[in-house]
């Protein structure tokens, strides 16, 4: 097996039984998945399609009925390859006599790792799922949320270089939901390999960089998230907010050059970004809150380059990719005027304060002033693209280059 | 708390220098009111600082754990200095017994999780193990009941010999602490297992590199930790508490001496060298031959050709005839008539003058027939030759008295001078029944079980104790290990039940031996397992032939008995309760026995099976 993949199912096949041995239920049925070093993939897929299935099997959970799966190029019952995989269950399955720390206690203790060394880490990932005032209630006493936290933490206390998720974002508030999408993707940066297995599909297109959407146990479509999502019969354009005046212009300006169906809407942004707002605009007040406290910056473990340096068995190699991916943000950066747009603004809008003269943009569209270059969504998304991602929505093959053309003249 | 520290032990060991020495120098100069009242103001200063330090610190793990021990043991002085004073020594004596199980707990736990604390995974999961036996109050309660119930025992007992109250406080005490410990061995270990697997809490275990020997092990570790703790705290209490039950006051000095001799002490157990096989077979063949005469058509064959009747030979009598027989000859053998005597040798007795000038000779004579109005024998005693007289310690003063008369169906205890015992270290000892112008009395017998031994001394009461808790040990290791292989592939309850049902057909083994052995048709005793099993559709066939269904069904019915009884092992053999309590040495061949077979063969067994099971188990596997 290449090195490059980390986990690769072929024909993988899981029948469950009944009492008398007769096939009851074909959970999955003949897949084949591979996840790559240094990528985030998604499973998606509706409940009962066969996601948890098989990342049970990844996991030596469950035994497949056929076909043949590799984890880091073992079996996945092997042992030894346990140490470089973090996993999050689809739920808080942890024991709740136990305190949070004295769980981050056990499962280091499990990786054979010494006392000063479990405390270091157990001390960061506290502190970075925001624990660490709570750190001495049983976990029985936590909410849905602050248990997802801890098991977070629990997946991350070994500095996996596979991080397994399943739902991680079941039954946490906006924040945290955030929290962990930001974490995916800094892990990610660090050069970790995330398999993120979820039905809720905003989360799943914020973060991945390749997916596979399962139905009925077959894996239905599989590809980069812009392979997947490009609409080939529709371009956006995305400008600062214009006056009623200027958008019939536009729209008069596109019709007489030929394009039908032109449609204007005012910019959106996320619900999550406007309840995001509000809580920091809140914390940023002095007002305080019972349960879990703001999450903390990363462990400083999961991305200093000296602590995965020294671990054995598989090599490190994505940190590559991970600068790779950081000079791509830098370009990207320097090279677009206006801040990155939210990822999923795919309307024709931008939610940023008009800071420019909108009539002169206008006058330049309609041939008033001279042209300046606008900019075609979807736009690219605030991170690094890996090398197998195609690049931010090109246009088709096929457009209409002459409309754009013509404007700009 | 580092910085402070010193500073706040400095005034400590100031403020207790200043008192010392001012109080020496007045007492030095005969100001004794003066004195009185530094140390008094002293004590109370240093006692407030120290509560101050410990309040101020509490949340420092150390300085808690030192508060609660300190406080725990000033209630328990407090109390029983009250219960001293108001003259209710029992309950004085029970609040010790229980302050010494609780102090024994506490640093007992502590210092296994301290022993926990490396970065391994079998030791993981054995602290999580440990915690969630307190925690989830399952073994609390059990520590509880322990810690309540052996204390009230003594409060219970209400024999009139101290030596009984002795003796029944240790047998009952020791077989409460185990068969409390088996219960939540069996209970723990079936539900750890069972309860992660169903919660999916294993899940998560099992996807980080701990193979699943190591998950199943480190349950074991930390049951058998816990019980180690657990063992030493009922070995603290039941320690405590006998010696403060043995200082009761005495029925009389005999009382006292048979307290001191019989059970708080830890002795060699000889029973008489069985009769030799070929005086055996003389008095087997006589029998057999007066049984030829009254029932020839059970103990005589016919020729079928000419009729004639022919002695069945001792060899070929059918079991259900020869076993009596010879139960009845061994029997025979431990009776003595009236004014009748016979010669019982012990053997082995090398190396008892080394332990002490006595042997004891401990014996139990039943009456046959209607025994004497006051229920007392008058026996006498020969010792290779030596008439024995009858020697008994009374206040610390050696007497030698007549032989007193014995009680019918007790046990008494004659001591026999280690002068008598022969270069061979033997002693052929000649019992008189009744005579020398003794009262009628009847025919006795010996039990052959306990009915007569003889004794010596080889160590003390605490070293015995220590052996039997040790004993006790190894067979809940036996018994942890069955409750974990039972729920690698059962539910709770259903692996509960299996654990329970081989436990107690382990733990009464004698009984459930005798019981099939006398149940249905089966092949001789005296073969392997294995030919018996292979016989047993033999026998099955035969009796369906003779149209016996029942008895055909009862074969059935005994074949799964005794199949079932090759998978349990015999923690019978293994009991040093009784020993204990009757003040009988735990010896270096049964510890040795126990771990060899209980926790060596048995329960690696055991542990293979679960292993096994549990490796190849598909835990996320649902099974309707």
Not at chain 1, 354 to 381: C, F, M, Q, Y
Request: aromatic fraction near 8%; charge should be negative.
């Amino acid at each position: 097996m290449p090195d490059e993949y980390y986990i690769q199912c072929l024909k993988l096949t899981k029948v469950f039984k009944d009492f008398w041995l007769r096939d009851r239920v074909r959970a999955v049925d003949a897949i084949d998945l591979d996840v790559r070093r240094g990528e985030v993939f998604g499973l998606l897929g509706p409940n009962g399609s066969g996601k948890s299935t098989t990342i049970k099997m990844v996991l030596g959970l469950l035994h497949p009925t056929s076909g043949r799966i590799a984890v880091f190029g073992k079996p996945p019952r092997d042992v030894s390859i346990k140490e470089q995989i973090g996993y999050l269950p689809e739920e808080s399955y942890l024991y709740r006599f136990l305190n949070a720390r004295e769980t981050l206690e056990y499962y280091g203790k499990l990786f054979h790792q010494d006392r000063r060394k479990r405390q270091r880490r157990i001390d960061m990932l506290l502190e970075m799922v925001g624990l660490d005032q709570v750190q001495r209630r049983p976990i029985g006493e936590y909410s849905k949320g602050m248990q997802r936290r801890i098991g977070l933490a629990q997946a991350l206390i070994n500095d996996p270089k596979l991080l397994i998720l399943d739902e991680p974002t079941t039954g946490m508030d906006p924040i945290g939901t955030k929290q962990i999408k930001d974490l995916i993707l800094r892990l990610k940066d660090a050069g970790k390999t995330v398999l993120l297995c979820s039905h809720l599909l905003a989360d799943v297109e914020d973060v991945t960089d390749r997916c596979a959407i399962m139905f009925g146990g077959k894996v239905r479509q599989a590809g980069t998230i812009d392979e997947l999502l490009v609409k080939e019969d529709e371009t956006m354009i995305s400008t600062p907010a214009l006056s009623e005046e200027d958008e019939a212009r536009l729209v008069a300006a596109m019709e007489s050059a030929g394009v039908a169906d032109v449609t204007v809407r005012r910019g959106r942004q996320r619900l999550e970004s406007l309840f995001l707002d509000i809580v920091d605009e809140a914390q940023r007040a002095g007002l305080a809150t019972a349960g879990a406290g703001n999450a903390g910056q990363v462990a400083a473990f999961l991305t200093e380059e000296n602590e995965f340096a020294g671990v054995s068995g598989i090599e490190s190699g994505p940190g590559d990719d991970a600068d790779a991916g950081e000079a791509v943000i830098e370009s990207l950066v320097t090279e677009t005027p206006m801040p990155a747009a939210k990822p999923a603004a795919t309307t024709a809008a931008a939610s940023e304060p008009p800071s420019t003269d909108t009539d002169d943009v206008i006058g330049n569209l309609t041939g008033e002033s001279k042209p300046a270059p606008p900019r075609t969504t979807p736009a690219p998304p605030p991170r690094a693209e890996p090398a197998p991602t195609a690049p931010a929505a090109p246009p088709p093959d096929d457009a209409d280059g002459s409309v754009i053309d013509d404007l700009l003249k | 708390m580092t910085r402070k520290l010193p500073v706040y032990l400095g005034v400590l060991a100031g403020v207790l220098l200043a008192t010392g020495a001012l109080f020496g120098w007045l007492a030095a100069t005969g100001h004794g009111s003066a004195a009185g009242a530094v140390l008094l103001v002293g004590n109370l200063l240093v006692t407030a600082w120290l509560c101050w330090g410990l309040w101020v610190w509490r949340y420092v793990p150390w300085v808690g754990w030192v508060t609660r021990v300190l406080v725990l043991t000033l209630f328990a002085q407090l109390t029983a200095n009250a219960a001293f004073a108001l003259d209710l020594p029992g309950f004085g004596r029970l609040v010790i017994g229980a302050w010494a199980m609780g102090a024994a707990f506490y640093v007992g736990l502590s210092l296994l999780r301290l022993a926990f604390v490396a970065g391994h995974p079998i030791l993981g999961v054995a602290r999580t193990m440990l915690d969630e036996a307190i925690r989830q109050k399952v073994g609390l309660i059990f520590v509880v009941i322990l810690v309540i119930l052996v204390p009230m025992l003594p409060l219970i007992l209400a024999d009139s010999r101290l030596e009984y109250r002795v003796s029944n406080f240790l047998r009952y005490s020791l077989f409460v602490t185990g068969l409390l410990l088996s219960i939540m061995t069996i209970l723990l270990c079936a539900r750890s297992v069972s309860r992660e697997v169903e919660s999916k809490i294993a899940f998560v275990t099992l996807t980080k590199p701990v193979a699943r020997w190591q998950y199943l092990v480190g349950k074991w570790v930390g049951v058998m930790g816990l019980n180690a703790v657990l063992l030493a705290v009922a070995g603290v209490g039941v320690y405590t508490l006998t010696l403060t039950v043995a200082q009761q006051p005495a029925q009389d000095p005999l009382d006292a001496a048979a307290v001191k001799d019989q059970v708080l002490t830890a002795r060699v157990v000889l029973k008489p060298d069985e009769v030799d096989a070929g005086q055996l077979r003389r008095e087997v063949d006589a029998k057999l031959e007066r049984l030829r005469q009254l029932a020839p058509d059970e103990y005589m064959a016919q020729d079928p050709l000419t009729g004639e009747r022919r002695p069945i030979p001792f060899e070929d009598l059918p079991e259900k005839l020869a076993t009596p027989l010879q139960a009845e000859v061994v029997s025979e053998w431990l009776r003595i008539g009236a004014r009748g005597s016979k010669v019982y040798r012990f053997s082995g007795l090398d190396d008892a003058e080394s332990y002490g000038p006595f042997v004891q000779l401990r014996l139990k004579p039943k009456a046959i027939g209607a025994a004497p109005p006051d229920k007392k024998l008058q026996l006498w005693f020969r010792a290779n030759g030596r008439e024995l007289p009858f020697v008994a310690e009374i206040n610390g003063q050696v007497r030698e008295m007549q032989m007193p008369r014995i009680a019918e169906d007790k046990f008494a205890i004659v001591r026999i001078p280690t002068d008598t015992i022969s270069e061979e270290g033997t002693i052929d000892l000649e019992v008189f029944n009744g005579g020398r112008g003794a009262p009628a009395q009847p025919d006795i017998r010996f039990s052959p079980v306990d009915g007569m031994e003889m004794l010596y001394t080889t160590g003390t009461f605490g070293p015995n104790l220590i052996k039997a808790l040790v004993v006790i040990w190894v067979r809940l290791m036996f018994l942890a290990m069955l409750g974990l292989a039972a729920a690698t592939f059962l539910g709770f309850p259903t692996a509960c039940l299996l654990s329970g049902l081989v436990f107690f057909a382990a733990a009464f083994s004698g009984y459930l031996d005798e019981s099939l052995g006398q149940y249905g048709a089966f092949p001789d005793d005296e073969l392997p397992w294995w030919q018996q099993l292979l016989g047993a559709p033999a026998a099955f066939i035969a009796k369906l032939a003779e149209g016996e269904w029942y008895d055909a069904f009862k074969v059935v019915i005994r074949t799964i008995g005794e199949v079932f009884r090759l998978f349990v092992p015999s923690l019978g053999e293994y009991n040093p309760v009784p020993l204990v309590a009757e003040g009988k040495a735990v010896t270096l061949d049964l510890i040795g026995g126990a771990l060899l077979w209980v926790g060596g063969v048995w329960t690696g067994a055991l542990a293979l099976i679960g292993i096994t099971l549990f490796h190849r188990r598909e835990l996320a596997q649902v099974t309707v």
